[in-house]
Structures are given as C-alpha cells and as structure tokens.
C-alpha cells in the first residue's frame, strides 16, 4: 500500500494491490464467487480506510441487510502510527446455503447498511452507519466519506481472479485562502482518477498508476507499506473467553465432552482445553501458573 500527497495542492491519496495475502484470506473459507468478491472489495476498502489513520487499534468495514448475505465484514489492525509496520488484515461472512453467482450488491443484502467502526487501543470508540443506497460499494464509502468527514473522495475497488486492488483521493481541508482555485484542483484531479480502468488498476504497480495519471503534477508519493493476512486468535485469548464463560458452563461441557475447544471464525483455529487446562485457569491463586503454561 502506498499513500502519496500532491505538493501544490489540497488533495492526498492511496494506492493498494493485494495477491498473495487475498488468496490465503479467501482460502480460509469456502465462499460463494459472489460473496468472496464483496468480501475482497471490503478487504481492500478496510486497509484504504485505515491508511490515513493515526492510531493504534483497528478499523472495521461491516455490510449487513436482509438478504441472502447477512453480513459480510473486514477488519485492518494498525499499529504504531508513523512507522511502517505492516497493517493486518482478517474478514468473515455470513450467507444462505445458496447464493447464486451473479448477484450484486443490492441483491446480495437487500435493504442494507454500511458501518465502519473505529476502535483505538486506548479512547473513545467511533462507529459511522450508511444506508446501502448507492450501486457498489465504492460509492456508498464516497458517501460515507462525505456525510461524516465532508471530504469529496473518490474511490474505485476491483478484483479479478485472486487479485484485488483499490485506488483512492481526497480532497483535504483547504489550507490556502482560495476556495475557487480549491474546487478547480479537485475537478481537474477527479476528472483524470475516473479515466483508470479496472484491468489497469489490477495490472500496474502503484508507480504505473501514479506516473499514468498524475505525470503533469508535481507529488510527494510515501514509503510503501506492508498489507498482510494475519489472524490475531490465540491461546491465551481463548483461554481469556473460557474464563468469560464462568466456571459452571465450563464443568457442564466438560461432562459431556471431556473437553472445551473454542473456535476461531476468522481463520478456523482450534483451541481446546482439556479438564486439567480448565482447572489451571479457575484455580485461585495459579491464575499466573496458568497463563504460563499457556502461554507456552
Ligand atoms: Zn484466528
């Protein structure tokens, strides 16, 4: 992913491809053509989202509705802000038996919404909620963009194969006093972003897209950073959520099944804890003992 800025004017920008990490998400579950490409467009849309944040924590991009898909949702983790870290990248739907191949957005939900949700590590959490009421889902975020930060965006998402990519510009908030000159730079801008294809954002690397698109302007184009697939389930949180269930419910399944194993529904992790694990986590005093061995 990499974010540039144009040095004369009030206008930044990103640029994404994913191939290698969009396949092993996509991999994880067995989704139908038309779910796995909404799925890859909310992937995308999460980490172009998250790229302008100054945060650490995560930022989720949720559709839901009452269609044939219930709900489809990609979360990017962030840390440190002002380093290059990898962002991470992890995503789930919900769906009937049958979805058939060709359905888009709108039949895919029916009557839907969007929400993005933003949740720092330390502070105030933040959700923001559209109505689907736009053709793609690139659009809805445009509008999304502009009812809650009053930002013209621009947005485009395609996938193709194993591939997805998404292309991005905002304006800013003017800094200089000329509003006009202002509304005449995004347009200019806004009118060469619509002239990119889908097979030309899927194909270029983000050095072709920029230098195709913006060779006239003068940009300030940021180190390139990371996207990776990465599940953020472990042991010792599964063991955290045991001990979130309360003693009771764990020895009532621990009677019938001799075991506790708890799922990950992001990547299909299995965690299980047999009787003795169990003990360990509710025995006062070897709560630290426990979490050693779990840690393990
Ligand atoms: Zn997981």
Not at 115 to 127: K, N, S
Request: with cysteine; charged share 25%.
């Amino acid at each position: 992913m990499r974010g540039f800025l144009f040095s004369d004017m009030d206008i930044r920008g990103v640029h994404i491809r994913l191939d290698k990490s969009m396949q092993t998400l996509l991999q994880q579950h067995d989704y139908p053509p038309a779910v796995s490409s909404l799925l890859s467009q909310l992937f995308i849309a999460s980490a172009l989202l998250s790229a302008n944040l100054k945060l650490q924590g995560r930022l989720s991009v949720q559709v839901r509705g009452d269609g044939p898909l219930e709900y489809a949702m990609a979360e990017c983790r962030l840390e440190q802000p002002g380093t290059l870290e990898p962002l991470s990248l992890k995503g789930l739907a919900r769906h009937a038996p049958d979805v058939s191949d060709d359905l888009d957005l709108h039949a895919l939900l029916g009557k839907g919404q969007l929400v993005i949700t933003i949740e720092p590590d330390e502070g105030q959490r933040y959700q923001g909620i559209v109505g689907l009421d736009r053709e793609t889902l690139a659009e809805c975020l445009e509008g999304y963009f502009y009812q809650s930060e009053q930002l013209p965006t621009h947005l485009q998402l395609a996938m193709g194969g194993n591939q997805a990519a998404g292309f991005m510009v905002q304006r800013l908030p003017t800094r200089v006093s000329d509003e006009e000159q202002a509304d005449e730079d995004w347009e200019l801008i806004h009118a060469l972003v619509t002239t990119l294809t889908p097979a030309e954002l899927l194909a270029l690397p983000a050095e072709q897209v920029l230098h195709r698109l913006f060779h006239e302007h003068d940009l300030q184009v940021f180190a390139e950073r990371p996207v990776r697939y990465q599940c953020d389930c472990s042991r010792e949180r599964s063991a955290h959520a045991i001990v979130a269930l309360g003693q009771a419910e764990v020895e009532e399944v621990l009677q019938e099944l001799e075991r506790v194993v708890i799922d990950c529904q992001f990547c299909n992790s299995q965690y299980a804890f047999d009787k003795v694990d169990c003990h360990m986590l509710f025995s006062p005093g070897s709560a630290s003992k426990g979490e050693q061995e779990i840690l393990h």
